[in-house]
């Protein structure tokens, strides 16, 4: 059974930054597909990023130049280091990762949509303060 989870979550202050990280148990994900959500009170989950198993990388228009999603592959974690906060990014973020490795091409399309998704952490709570 595989199992995602999240951690770094936390409250911080507007234009601050937090790092968040996914750990895969029972398996290593590191050239599998993993992407961040979040969902936000009373919204919709929505796609944050994407890496694909070759490196490739989406972001939604409003994160980026401001977060970063990467591999570390001495720690088995996908990370996110989230810089100049807002309190519209206050939500909670989901990890998520493709079962399969290695597969074909990793296309934007794919990357956004929830059920390209296998697994599924519990989610960390990011709050920014005004």
């Known amino acids: 059974q595989v199992q995602l989870i999240e951690s770094g979550g936390g409250l911080v202050q507007t234009g601050g930054s937090l790092r968040l990280s996914c750990v895969a148990s029972?398996?290593?994900?590191?050239?599998?597909?993993m992407g961040w959500f979040r969902q936000a009170p009373g919204k919709e989950r929505e796609f944050v990023t994407g890496?694909?198993?070759?490196?490739?990388?989406y972001y939604m228009d409003s994160v980026t130049g401001r977060f970063t999603i990467s591999r570390d592959y001495a720690k088995n974690t996908v990370d996110l280091r989230m810089n100049s906060l807002k309190p519209d990014d206050t939500a909670v973020y989901y990890c998520?990762?493709?079962?399969?490795?290695?597969?074909?091409?990793?296309?934007?399309?794919?990357?956004?949509?929830?059920?390209?998704?296998?697994?599924w952490g519990q989610g960390t709570q990011v709050t920014v303060s005004s």
């Open positions: 998520a990762a493709q079962s399969r490795k290695g597969i074909g091409s990793f296309r934007r399309s794919d990357a956004e949509t929830r059920a390209f998704y296998d697994y």
């Open positions: 029972g398996r290593t994900l590191m050239d599998n597909a």
């Open positions: 890496i694909g198993w070759n490196g490739v990388t």
